[in-house]
């Protein structure tokens, strides 16, 4: 069994992302896949960040969405390789693949405290 686990809200974060892209005219579809890369990021700050309350940064300048998610760990997110992709099994190991795939790039930069981890996304995608 596992433990129960919940989340911190990120309703707030997912507003403001929602917000900032439909100001700046962006596709139904293209809001759907920030906002699942942003709860991807999100829920992984928490659960191996270690950070209670992730902060996110949210960013639309000139047609590209920045949206950078950071936690207190300073351990960079590594993706799982595996020529077959995730194990289709595993309960975990799927979500760096999954930003991948939504957003037009991606990546992880140290801070003085921790890490922030950060998608970009095209509007012209």
């Known amino acids: 069994m596992f433990p129960l686990e919940i989340p911190p809200d990120w309703s707030a974060s997912r507003e403001e992302l929602r917000v900032a892209m439909a100001r700046a005219g ?10 699942l890369a942003l709860l991807e990021l999100f829920v992984n700050a928490w659960r191996h960040g270690g950070s209670p309350a992730p902060m996110v940064v949210i960013v639309v300048l000139d047609g590209v969405l920045r949206v950078s998610v950071s936690d207190a760990s300073p351990a960079l997110p590594v993706q799982r390789d595996g020529s077959a992709g995730p194990d289709p099994y595993a309960l975990s190991g799927r979500g760096l693949c999954l930003v991948r795939s939504l957003t037009n790039r991606f990546g992880a930069d140290p801070r003085e405290r921790g890490k922030s981890v950060w998608f970009e996304l095209d509007s012209a995608a």
Not at 26 to 35: F, G, H, K, N, T
């Open 26 to 35: 962006w596709r139904p579809d293209l809001v759907a896949d920030a906002e």
